[in-house]
Nanobody, 124 residues
Framework: QAQLVESGGGLVQPGGSLRLSCAAS????????IGWFRQAPGKGREGVSC????????YYADSVKGRFTISIDNAKNTVYLQMNSLKPEDTAVYYC?????????????????WGQGTQVSVSS
């Protein structure tokens, strides 16, 4: 069955870096869009970044533009989110998600598959 598994979260100081991974199984990312959403305590789920599996086109939220980079390794069926210059406001549970589409959706409700989430904490 289709599954997404995130890894790479942790605790980092402000200004530090982390790389999240999202490994897919049971389906190919080539024909999907893959997104990263995050949810901080007491807040709604926020779209962070998205990549189209077929051609690598990317989207970033304004809050992370210039600091985060999304990429895909089609051979490994895995998506990465490189997060640099992390800020305390980046603290959240980060979720990987995929949709059977060529369009990156802003609404989390339109995605088909979700990972279990990985905690990212930015604190001194």
């Amino acid at each position: 069955q289709a599954q997404l598994v995130e890894s790479g979260g942790g605790l980092v100081q402000p200004g530090g870096s982390l790389r999240l991974s999202c490994a897919a199984s049971g389906f190919s990312l080539d024909y999907n869009v893959i997104g990263w959403f995050r949810q901080a305590p007491g807040k709604g789920r926020e779209g962070v970044s998205c990549i189209r599996g077929s051609d690598g086109s990317t989207y970033y939220a304004d809050s992370v533009k210039g600091r985060f980079t999304i990429s895909i390794d089609n051979a490994k069926n895995t998506v990465y989110l490189q997060m640099n210059s992390l800020k305390p406001e980046d603290t959240a549970v980060y979720y990987c998600t995929a949709a059977r589409s060529h369009v990156c959706y802003e609404s989390s409700a339109l995605y088909d598959y979700w990972g279990q989430g990985t905690q990212v904490s930015v604190s001194s």
